[in-house]
């Protein structure tokens, strides 16, 4: 039996920091509303002239030097974003060519905010089933550009940065669990209506803002508080391990409320809970394996802990891993 394990993590963030005092001065907000509902103080945002495809190349190199892996030894690159640099081509062929890799399989893969959880499921089917031993699983976003400043309810929340990791097969778990599920009957509550072929390019979508995400946060809310809750219990079941057994919870970084909801459902004490969103807003696909290389990089998660990522995201998608490092 060969598992898929995690030979090292990277990340990346801009150095530019958007803060709730900057949001003040060009919308009707404060940082009180914004800390109190949220949790988030600050985010990042990329410069002019920079793109998803540079975040993700840096936490790509830093994943790669912490697996101690040359990019020559990697047999694909699966990239979760819903900001990509273009619809097409890839994000992720960019980046195969930016590494210096061979002619290996690289894709997008889209699916909101759960865009890593579904990445990391893929690429450990991949490794179990013998197809790849050496995946880059990246998680990378420049959400700023399809924000619209002039809406308060979805600005304040989402900003820019990439995270990987470094999947490599192995003859010890790894992965020992994942789930994820979808629900599209409610896909106008979060989505960007421009750019498809529903809606392309046109000067009136322009003007009618259609090239910017909009989401019904209230509702999103409730649906991401019992997917988080039920997608985790699933997956710490499916490993046959008890919600003590797990030595971090690495959660999607959308809301402070929503993550201490799903805490206190998994009756989780909040140590062991991994959480900076304060510092980085929404990062979308690129906020759980940001959170995790921090939370390595930090001390917090441990060679042989064991670990429970989730995340929610539009479609709606959501899912759950359990894996040991
Ligand atoms: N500053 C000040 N007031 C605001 C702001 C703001 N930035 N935004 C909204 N308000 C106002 C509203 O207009 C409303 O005023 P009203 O009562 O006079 O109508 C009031 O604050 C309350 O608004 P709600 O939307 O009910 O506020 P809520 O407590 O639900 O918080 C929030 C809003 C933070 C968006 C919350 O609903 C949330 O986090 N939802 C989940 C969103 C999420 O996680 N999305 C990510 C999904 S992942 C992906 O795939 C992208």
Same mark, same amino acid.
């Given at each position: ?19 709730? =005092? ?21 985010? @990042? ?54 590494? &210096?890799? &061979? ?11 759960? &865009? ?6 893929? &690429? ?32 304040? *929340? ?14 010890? %778990?790894?992965?020992?669990?994942? /789930? *994820? ?6 896909? =106008? ?14 000067? =009136? ?37 008890? %919600? ?13 409320? /929503? ?40 001390? @917090? ?25």
């Amino acid at each position: 039996m060969k598992y898929a394990k995690i030979q090292g993590t990277g990340s990346c963030a801009p150095d530019n920091v958007l803060s709730n =005092e900057d949001l003040e001065k060009i919308i009707d907000t404060s940082d009180e509303w914004i800390t109190t509902r949220t949790g988030i103080k600050q985010r @990042r945002i990329v410069d002019k002239g920079k793109y998803t495809s540079d975040l993700a190349m840096e936490a790509c190199i830093r994943a790669l030097d912490d697996a101690n892996m040359p990019a020559s030894e990697l047999d694909g690159i699966i990239l979760g974003t819903i900001s990509p640099d273009f619809i097409f081509p890839s994000t992720a062929c960019i980046l195969q060519s930016q590494l &210096g890799c &061979g002619n290996i399989m690289a894709f997008d893969l889209l699916a909101g905010c759960s &865009g890593f959880q579904y990445a990391l499921h893929v &690429g450990n089917g991949m490794i179990c089933s013998g197809q790849s031993k050496n995946l880059l699983i990246v998680g990378a976003e420049v959400l700023s550009r399809i924000m619209d400043y002039e809406d308060r309810s979805t600005c304040i *929340l989402f900003g820019d940065g990439a995270g990987a990791v470094v999947l490599t097969q192995s003859d010890e %778990p790894g992965v020992m669990s994942s /789930i *994820l599920n979808s629900d599209g009957d409610n896909w =106008e509550m979060l989505y960007m209506p421009g750019g498809g072929s529903r809606i392309p390019a046109t000067e =009136e979508s322009v003007k009618n803002r259609d090239h910017y995400l909009k989401m019904n946060g209230r509702d999103v809310f409730k649906v991401a508080v019992k997917s988080l809750e039920t997608s985790s219990v699933a997956a710490v079941e499916k490993a046959n391990l008890k %919600p003590d057994d797990i030595d971090l919870f690495v959660p999607h970084q959308a809301n402070l409320r /929503i993550i201490d909801a799903v805490r206190k459902r998994l009756d989780m004490p909040e140590e062991k809970v991994y959480i900076n969103l304060d510092k980085y807003g929404n990062t979308s696909s690129a906020s759980v394996p940001i959170a995790l290389d921090e939370a390595v990089k930090a001390g @917090r998660a441990k060679e042989g802990d064991i670990i429970l990522t989730a995340a929610f995201g539009a479609g709606f998608t959501w899912g759950a891993s359990i894996f040991k490092l």
